[in-house]
């Protein structure tokens, strides 16, 4: 059991946005910096985000993050079919001493 | 380029031993900790752990101690994860990751596929 809440699923027509919560408490996100996971159907996760808000090179600014208190955002804007995926959100808790990741969101392209 | 490639899948029977191995290569091997993430079929991600790379100490998280061993051999730049006395819920792919910083993974394996049945 994750101690980050997203939601199972999300999905928009291309060309629109979606946006992927992710909720924790103040002993993970309130307190550490969060970053997001894009994983493909077959292949290992790849960083979309870092502290918070920033893009690795080479990530498109169509993907965006936010946090603000306890929960944090992923917004991907100009959906694209090639965006189907699982997203993840990850931090460090600090009571658990651990690393921890969200339960994942499947993103739909209708 | 920095290179993470893992050895491939393994099956093992219920009771068995499996090791991992995780190359690196493309960066100073000792300047990133190792991190392990496991994921079972059709689940999230679980972060397993880490190894830090100057002394080979392994810090393991809460459902991975006892059975789970991280390791280093810095002469060839590889880290392992073996895992003893495999139980069916073990099968999952394991992937080794580097850590930029605390749960910053930058650059991952390619993942490796244990599955253990009789």
């Known amino acids: 059991q994750s101690v980050l809440t997203q939601p199972p699923s999300v999905s928009a027509a291309p060309g629109q946005k979606v946006t992927i919560s992710c909720s924790g408490s103040?002993?993970?996100?309130?307190?550490?910096?969060i970053c997001w996971y894009q994983q493909l159907p077959g292949t290992a996760p790849k960083l979309l985000i870092y502290?918070?808000?920033k893009r690795p090179s080479g990530i498109p600014d169509r993907f965006s993050g936010s946090k603000s208190g306890t929960s944090a955002t992923l917004g991907i804007t100009g959906l694209q079919t090639g965006d189907e995926a699982d997203y993840y959100c990850g931090t460090w808790d600090s009571s658990l001493s651990a690393g921890v990741f969200g339960t994942g969101t499947k993103v739909t392209v209708l | 380029q920095v290179q993470l490639v893992q050895s491939g899948s393994e099956l093992r029977k219920p009771g068995a031993s499996v090791k991992v191995s995780c190359k690196a290569s493309g960066y100073t091997f000792t300047a990133h900790s190792m991190n392990w993430v496991r994921q079972a079929p059709g689940q999230g991600l679980e972060w397993m752990g880490w190894?830090?790379?100057?002394?080979?100490?392994?810090t393991y998280a809460q459902g991975f101690t006892g059975r789970f061993v991280f390791s280093l051999d810095t002469s060839v730049t590889t880290a392992y994860l073996q895992i003893n006395s495999l139980k069916a819920e073990d099968s999952a792919v394991y992937y080794c990751?580097?850590?930029?910083?605390?749960?910053?993974?930058?650059?991952w394996g390619q993942g490796t596929l244990v599955t253990v049945s009789s």
């Open positions: 502290e918070n808000n």
């Open positions: 990751a580097r850590d930029d910083q605390v749960v910053r993974f930058n650059y």
């Open positions: 190894i830090n790379m100057h002394t080979g100490n392994p």
């Open positions: 103040s002993s993970n996100i309130g307190n550490n910096e």
